[in-house]
C-alpha cells in the first residue's frame, strides 16, 4: 500500500513538472499564428547528409540514414495532419516536384541551402515555404509490446519567407521512446500512446504536430 502512494505520488510529481516545462516563460515565447491570408507551402521530406544542405545546425555523428521508401509515407502523414488539424490553406509540393537541386549540393563545410531553397520557393510560386527536414533517423528494433532498440528521430521544419528571404521560425523535435521506468517526466506520452512502443514514423507524427504548433500554423 504505501509503495501505492508513493508511485501515485511520483507520478503526480511528474506531470506537475511536465506541465510546468509547457508553460510559456513570456510572451515572447508564444507562437504567434501565421496570417490566414497565405497560402503556406509545403515541400516533400528530405534528408540532409552534409553540412552545405542545412539551413542552419549541424549533421548528427553517427547519423541515422531514413530509407528513401519512407519519405513519402511522411509526405503522407504532413498533408493528412496539416490538413485535419489545422485551419488554413496549404499547397503540398508533389515528389515530382523535389528539391534535389537542393539536396544535391556540395559541402563546403557549412550551412549554405537558404539560397537553394529561397530560389525552390519562387520557381513553385511560393510566398511562405515550409521545409521538413530529417536529421536523424533509428527505427525501433522489436514490436509495440517490447523493444532491443526504442525509436529515435529528429526532426527540424522551417518556415520561409520567400519574398523577403529570410527564416521566419524554426522547429526542432527530437525523441528518443523511453518507458515510463526509465523517464517518469515521460508519462503524459507514455499514456498518449497506451503504453505502446512507436515506430519512427509515429514519433515524426508527433513531431509535425508539435512543428504546427511552433510555427503558428
Keep these: 500500500m504505501r509503495f501505492r502512494v508513493l508511485l501515485l505520488f511520483t507520478l503526480s510529481l511528474a506531470l506537475i513538472a511536465s506541465a510546468c516545462s509547457r508553460r510559456p516563460r513570456s510572451t515572447a515565447d508564444v507562437p504567434r499564428n501565421v496570417s490566414q491570408a497565405y497560402v503556406v507551402y509545403v515541400a516533400p521530406f528530405t534528408q540532409p547528409i552534409v553540412t552545405g544542405q542545412l539551413i542552419t545546425g549541424s549533421i548528427p555523428e553517427p547519423q541515422g540514414r531514413i530509407p528513401e521508401t519512407q519519405l513519402p509515407l511522411l509526405d503522407q502523414d504532413m498533408r493528412s495532419i496539416l490538413s485535419t488539424e489545422t485551419q488554413r490553406s496549404y499547397k503540398f509540393i508533389t515528389s515530382l516536384d523535389h528539391p534535389r537541386e537542393v539536396m544535391h549540393f556540395h559541402n563546403a563545410g557549412q550551412p549554405q541551402a537558404l539560397p537553394l531553397w529561397l530560389a525552390y520557393g519562387k520557381k513553385q510560386g511560393a510566398q511562405l515555404l515550409l521545409?521538413?527536414?530529417?536529421?536523424?533517423?533509428?527505427?525501433?528494433?522489436?514490436?509495440?509490446?517490447?523493444?532491443?532498440?526504442?525509436?529515435?528521430?529528429?526532426?527540424?521544419?522551417?518556415?520561409?519567407?520567400?519574398?523577403?528571404?529570410?527564416?521566419?521560425?524554426?522547429?526542432?523535435?527530437?525523441?528518443?521512446?523511453?518507458?515510463?521506468?526509465?523517464?517518469?517526466?515521460?508519462?503524459?506520452?507514455?499514456?498518449?500512446?497506451?503504453?505502446?512502443?512507436?515506430?519512427?514514423?509515429?514519433?515524426?507524427?508527433?513531431?509535425?504536430?508539435?512543428?504546427?504548433?511552433?510555427?503558428?500554423?
Design 131 to 217: 521545409v521538413p527536414l530529417v536529421l536523424d533517423w533509428h527505427e525501433r528494433e522489436g514490436s509495440d509490446a517490447g523493444v532491443t532498440t526504442p525509436a529515435h528521430v529528429r526532426v527540424e521544419f522551417f518556415l520561409i519567407n520567400v519574398d523577403r528571404g529570410f527564416v521566419m521560425s524554426r522547429s526542432i523535435f527530437e525523441e528518443e521512446q523511453q518507458g515510463l521506468v526509465d523517464n517518469l517526466l515521460k508519462v503524459r506520452s507514455f499514456f498518449q500512446r497506451r503504453g505502446k512502443w512507436v515506430t519512427a514514423r509515429q514519433l515524426c507524427a508527433d513531431g509535425i504536430r508539435k512543428a504546427a504548433k511552433d510555427l503558428g500554423l
